[in-house]
């Protein structure tokens, strides 16, 4: 998000909350400095404000961040009891891993929507729902009632 920001300003700080980089986002840590995007070692402790406006939030070590607008962001981890049942596997960020079509690595079990990994869309739940169960139903027929592709020159 803050990389994006910079085509509206070059007065961006981005703050995780004590989270420190994970050696796998070196990319991402050198262009947010070679965007001047600050990116302070301490929390952020409330938001400040001044009637409808904010104003300078204050850190854990007693600085003040200099902000007039903020964006928050807010993790979200998918409550998946099945996929621990069925033992699919999650990437980082909590997803489950599919293929193709919302297939996983694990036969007969696919998946679609906020638990798999991209953006939290509805309409991209909905399309990705939809090309699952199309592969699921056809995951369900024997081989003699599967058509080949047919390639047309």
């Known amino acids: 998000m803050a990389l994006a920001l910079t085509s509206w300003t070059d007065h961006i700080s981005t703050c995780t909350n004590e989270r420190s980089a994970d050696p796998d986002e070196r990319e991402r840590c050198d262009k947010l400095d070679a965007c001047n995007v600050a990116v302070p070692d301490n929390a952020i402790v409330s938001l400040g404000r001044s009637g409808e406006q904010i104003v300078s939030p204050p850190l854990e070590n ?41 297939a996983t690595p694990m036969p007969g079990v696919f998946a679609a929507g906020d638990i798999t990994p991209g953006p939290l869309l509805a309409v991209r739940a909905a399309a990705g729902g939809a090309v699952a169960a199309m592969a699921m139903q056809k995951s369900l027929l024997p081989d003699h009632r599967i058509l080949s592709a047919v390639v047309k020159a």
């Open 62 to 102: 007693g600085m003040t961040l200099d902000a007039g607008r903020i964006f928050v962001t807010v993790a979200q981890y998918p409550a998946d009891d099945v996929r621990v049942q069925l033992g699919c596997k999650r990437d980082r960020g909590g997803h489950i891993v599919v293929g193709g079509r919302g």
